[in-house]
């Protein structure tokens, strides 16, 4: 069952998933409130939305901001989950139900609470849960966005040097994971729900890069480097050293066991997951 215009608080609502969900909500007669640290110079927010001051780490911008809303879009980007607790509580004191941008990271552990180590997703999840609130969980795979990463290097020389080049992961639309939660967001039927979101393949990482050249239109290859090379790499552009070796133990087991995919897209929002292809079509002039 469809709510009658719910309001929205979306919080995050300028990120890569975020201003997705925002328009999707407005598009489906939802009133939404984007939470933005500066409303000033939020100047790339949909028209229709209305912009909120807050932030995640003022419990009470968050209170204030979600004192009437019906529902909360929340998005954790802080590498730890120091202040957490505080801001859950602020966001779950008057909605009747969150949405959690969480990750795919996130285990469930039969018994006991979700397990993400390192990653401050599973204990946001499980503040969630004690809150009482409705709640639905969205655990995204890796981010068809997150190819931008290679933009540059593909612009200059056409070749992408990277660890794990035959390891099989599964990349999902930014705009797939928005549309899942418009749904959850705005009708019944999702509480509890730990959706896994995929695209509708494993590519591996060099058939990724391969994927974008077709889209581009101009060959683009592969070039792998040492573990150690990607350690490098990784900490000296800031991922936080708890989850760095996880990180490159997981692409490593992904070799020999691709990432499974999920007909999760599909049956939540009745359309199909979109391709990588297809989403390089569409972004093609950023590798240009």
Do not use: C
């Not at 609502?13 to 110079?41: I, Y």
């Not at 209305?50 to 995640?56: E, I, Y």
């Amino acid at each position: 069952m469809v709510e009658q215009s719910p309001k929205v608080l979306v919080v995050g609502a300028s990120g890569t998933v975020g201003r997705h969900v925002t328009s999707g909500l407005l598009r489906s007669g939802a009133e939404v409130l984007a939470l933005t640290r500066e409303p000033e110079r939020a100047t790339q927010l949909p028209s229709g939305a209305t912009l909120v001051r807050g932030d995640l780490t003022d419990p009470e911008s968050l209170a204030a901001a979600a004192r009437e809303v019906d529902a909360v879009f929340l998005a954790w980007p802080l590498h730890s989950a120091e202040g957490a607790a505080e801001a859950v509580a602020a966001l779950t004191g008057n909605a009747r139900r969150v949405v959690y941008l969480s990750s795919a990271a996130v285990r469930d552990v039969p018994g006991g609470e979700p397990e993400s180590p390192g990653r401050p997703d599973a204990e946001v999840e499980a503040l969630i849960v004690r809150s009482g609130v409705r709640y639905t969980f969205l655990r995204p795979h890796g981010f068809m966005a997150n190819a931008l990463r290679w933009a540059a290097e593909i612009r200059a020389t056409g070749l992408v040097r990277g660890y794990g080049g035959a390891a099989g992961l599964t990349l999902v639309d930014e705009r797939d994971i928005a549309a899942v939660a418009v749904r959850a967001l705005t009708e019944d039927g999702h509480h509890g729900a730990r959706y896994a979101l995929t695209g509708p393949a494993s590519p591996t990482q060099a058939e990724q890069v391969r994927i974008i050249g077709a889209a581009v239109g101009r060959p683009v290859r592969w070039e792998e480097i040492s573990r150690a090379a990607a350690r490098r790499q990784l900490v000296d552009s800031g991922w936080p050293l708890g989850i760095v070796d996880g990180a490159l133990d997981f692409v490593a087991a992904r070799v020999d066991a691709p990432e499974p995919v999920t007909g999760t897209v599909l049956d939540v929002t009745g359309t199909p997951a979109r391709s990588l292809h297809d989403w390089a079509v569409e972004h093609a002039d950023r590798f240009r």
